[in-house]
């Protein structure tokens, strides 16, 4: 991509596609290309350069059935086949996953939905999420497509998390620069008396992960605030107390207003955004409507994050770099 065309609120059009960037730090939407259609190497080029440059790339009208999804996440990178899906995702393509698995979940461990979300969700941050963030690899980027949405309600939000670094002050980025942080499967859950069936989930499938507190990005060298409200547990080395106000401050300031862009689906589109470099925050204003929510996401294989100083995440327990 060559720039926005002065006056305009478009990048200039490459391969046919035209990109329409939508909020000032984040979010573009792509019109000009049928992602069912196999892509060339031009249209392949622009696509990855928006993503890189504002994060999250929207399409609308998108035509896509299971294959179609994979073949066109494959043009990316290598998609990953997650080794436990539930019943909704389709039994024939291991890399699909089907949303209306989460709503699953609570049943598993003997708890409705929103009993389920209630004992997760333990501050007022805690939706805010990477995908697989407590892996030792991360998700490189997640496409996520929409095949039946509520009439209103259900939108996604994402937010910049290299822009919620830079707008750090200078004393900040560097005490930051030198911090790592555990992420850790179930943090802040909140058990049920008694037996609880999670906790036991938990202890015999627990993934945790020390990952640096600010990740240089792979492919643009962009620093990264990898701070999140799901599985942050605490910064390595501080006090608890030090811990939990250090993390309220950077997780205020990752998902500040102006870093972010929220998505209204419709059935047919595709969100395609960069794991490494954002935080997302699933709705939680549509459980209550009654209409149904069906989304399909493929995930895409992740690089091992690297702090400032060169040093890898470290590994805890439950996962190793390319093994689902």
Not at 5 to 21: F, Y
Not at 38 to 43: A, N, R, V
Not at 116 to 121: A, N, T, V
Request: neutral net charge.
């Amino acid at each position: 991509m060559t720039g926005t065309e002065p006056g305009t609120a478009r990048e200039r059009r490459t391969g046919g596609i035209e990109v329409h960037p939508v909020a000032g730090h984040i979010g573009a939407e792509i019109t000009g290309v049928d992602l069912a259609v196999g892509l060339d190497d031009t249209q392949v080029a622009a696509i990855r350069a928006a993503v890189l440059r504002w994060k999250v790339v929207f399409f609308r009208g998108q035509r896509l059935d299971h294959a179609a999804h994979v073949a066109f996440a494959r043009r990316f990178g290598e998609p990953v086949a997650p080794r436990r899906r539930g019943s909704a995702s389709p039994a024939d393509v291991p890399e699909v996953e089907t949303t209306a698995d989460r709503l699953e979940l609570g049943g598993r461990y003997g708890m409705d939905h929103d009993e389920w979300l209630r004992r997760r969700r333990h501050t007022l941050l805690r939706g805010w999420h990477c995908d697989h963030g407590a892996r030792v690899d991360p998700p490189a980027a997640t496409i996520l497509r929409a095949e039946t949405v509520p009439p209103y309600g259900g939108d996604t939000t994402w937010s910049n998390l290299a822009a919620a670094y830079a707008g750090l002050s200078a004393p900040v980025r560097a005490f930051a620069d030198g911090l790592r942080a555990e992420h850790r499967l179930g943090v802040g859950y909140q058990p049920r008396p008694g037996d609880d069936a999670y906790v036991r989930h938990l202890l015999d499938h627990q993934v945790a992960t020390v990952h640096p507190l600010v990740r240089v990005h792979p492919e643009t060298g962009e620093r990264v605030l990898f701070v999140n409200g799901y599985y942050v547990e605490h910064i390595v080395g501080l006090s608890r107390a030090e811990s939990a106000a250090v993390l309220q401050m950077l997780l205020e300031q990752a998902v500040r207003p102006e870093y972010t862009v929220r998505f209204r689906w419709e059935p047919g589109s595709v969100a395609f955004w960069d794991n490494r470099a954002t935080v997302h925050l699933a709705p939680s204003d549509n459980a209550h409507l009654g209409h149904p929510r069906i989304m399909h996401r493929v995930m895409l294989s992740g690089d091992v994050p690297a702090g400032v100083d060169g040093r890898p995440s470290e590994a805890l327990t439950g996962s190793e770099p390319g093994r689902w």
